[in-house]
């Protein structure tokens, strides 16, 4: 099965940064459509002061700008153009969602990362595997 479009989840990490890399080089190998997806926590449920949300927000916001411009940075250094898409939510729900949205037939993921770990039940790369309708590739 040829792969089309590959989804990338990132999230700075270096399990993360190492995924990155891999499917870089498989979008070129195969001459694939390349997205990176990260995933946006929630803000502070009990903050302070309403400044406080602001700053985190604002930490947050500085934070993901550097990630997906990084990351387009080491896609262009290997002739990749990659797509950098953020979105809210539940990093393992949010992952499968959006790689049936784009229409992703692969997702490449760091087998540990920044991505909260709400649930006993596994990492996010675990869930991701388990839910995901399309092949799913876990980067030690």
């Known amino acids: 099965m040829p792969f089309r479009h590959i989804m990338v989840a990132i999230d700075g990490s270096d399990a ?3 995924a990155l890399d891999v499917s870089i080089e498989l979008a070129a190998l195969v001459d694939a459509r390349l997205t990176a997806l990260a995933v946006e926590g929630p803000l502070p449920a009990y903050a302070a002061t309403i400044g406080e949300v ?6 947050k916001d500085r934070f993901f700008t550097e990630l997906a411009e990084q990351a387009r940075v080491r896609a262009a250094l290997a002739g990749v153009e990659l ?3 953020l979105r809210a939510g539940h990093a393992a729900e949010v992952i499968t969602h959006s790689a049936r949205e784009v229409h992703a037939d692969l997702i490449v993921l760091g087998h540990k990362g920044h991505f909260l770990q709400s649930h006993l039940l596994g990492s996010t790369a675990d869930r991701v595997a388990e839910h995901s309708e399309v092949p799913v590739l876990i980067v030690r």
């Open 16 to 18: 993360s940064q190492r």
């Open 54 to 59: 602001d700053e985190v927000k604002r930490e």
């Open 83 to 85: 797509e950098v898409e």
